[in-house]
């Protein structure tokens, strides 16, 4: 599943639990496949054509990055959705520094979601990233990824 989203040319991918490394390789492997990226700013460094502004303005990319939706502001919040369903062509990526798994069915956003990685660094010296496929705010697929180091 990792790479089918990697392939994607439209949706909306939540990546939590602060995985800049996987986020870097989405956004570069759409950006090699011609995509111009808005991101708000960056928190890592990016290949490609990357122009920084608010996705808001009314501008129209190929792709976006939009960090930390979760932990805004009840209002941004909504007004992030009314966005996000207005442009379920375009390929969205949410970049979530927290670690959000379960707990995602608190959120409206779940709606809105196709998928939803949770990234997890154990303390036993392994990494696990649980892939969800969302339709309609249910999961309809999931699978866990585990590397050791």
Do not use: C
């Not at 009840?74 to 520094?97: C, T």
């Not at 995602?104 to 010296?125: F, M, N, P, Q, S």
Request: charged content about 35%; cysteine-free; hydrophobic content about 40%.
């Amino acid at each position: 599943m990792l790479k089918e989203i990697a392939e994607l040319d439209s949706g909306v991918v939540l990546i939590t639990g602060d995985a800049k490394r996987l986020a870097r390789i989405y956004l570069n492997a759409w950006s090699r496949r011609g995509k111009t990226i808005l991101v708000e700013y960056l928190p890592f460094q990016i290949d490609g054509e990357v122009y920084i502004g608010s996705p808001y303005e009314g501008t129209s990319f190929d792709a976006y990055l939009i960090v930390n939706p979760l932990s805004r502001s009840k209002a941004e919040r909504e007004k992030l959705h009314r966005w996000l369903a207005e442009n379920r062509d375009k390929l969205i990526l949410l970049y979530e520094g927290k670690y959000v798994k379960d707990s995602i069915t608190r959120y409206a956003i779940r709606e809105l979601i196709d998928y939803l990685i949770a990234y997890k660094r154990e303390t036993v010296g392994f990494e696990r990233i649980d892939v969800m496929r969302f339709e309609d705010g249910k999961v309809v697929e999931s699978r866990t990824y585990v590397r050791r180091r």
